[in-house]
């Protein structure tokens, strides 16, 4: 049974940096794609950044590109999202989300598995 558990969010200043964590179980973790999704009050939920099972390959949403970085540690079963610059707008609930296969992409469809989430708020 696969679990993805995330942690590191909390309340932190415009401007300021969070990493968040992901720990996955149930299935061989470099098998598959990664990815971070985030969903404000009132809105949708949307892509934030995947990388691929070897960790060779990411992509970003073009809102955070140079913002957020997205990797992973495949011996520790964890993938990790830095987050720097924090704006009020990047408030929301992060989940991460394990692919169906190696590489992920922007899609949430492509995704089968969820974490809870982890709240994000950045104070202006």
């Known amino acids: 049974q696969v679990q993805l558990v995330e942690s590191g969010g909390g309340l932190v200043q415009a401007g300021g940096s969070l990493r968040l964590s992901c720990v996955a179980s149930?299935?061989?973790?470099?098998?598959?794609?990664m990815g971070w999704f985030r969903q404000a009050p009132g809105q949708d939920r949307e892509f934030v950044a995947a990388?691929?099972?070897?960790?060779?390959?990411?992509v970003y949403r073009d809102s955070v590109k140079g913002q957020f970085t997205i990797s992973r540690d495949n011996a520790r079963n964890t993938v990790y999202l830095q987050m720097s610059s924090l704006k009020p707008d990047d408030t929301a609930v992060y989940y991460c989300?394990?692919?169906?296969?190696?590489?992920?992409?922007?899609?949430?469809?492509?995704?089968?598995?969820w974490g809870q989430g982890t709240q994000v708020t950045v104070s202006s």
């Open positions: 989300a394990q692919g169906r296969l190696r590489y992920g992409g922007s899609s949430p469809q492509n995704y089968n598995y």
């Open positions: 149930g299935r061989t973790f470099s098998s598959f794609a």
């Open positions: 990388i691929s099972g070897s960790g060779g390959s990411t």
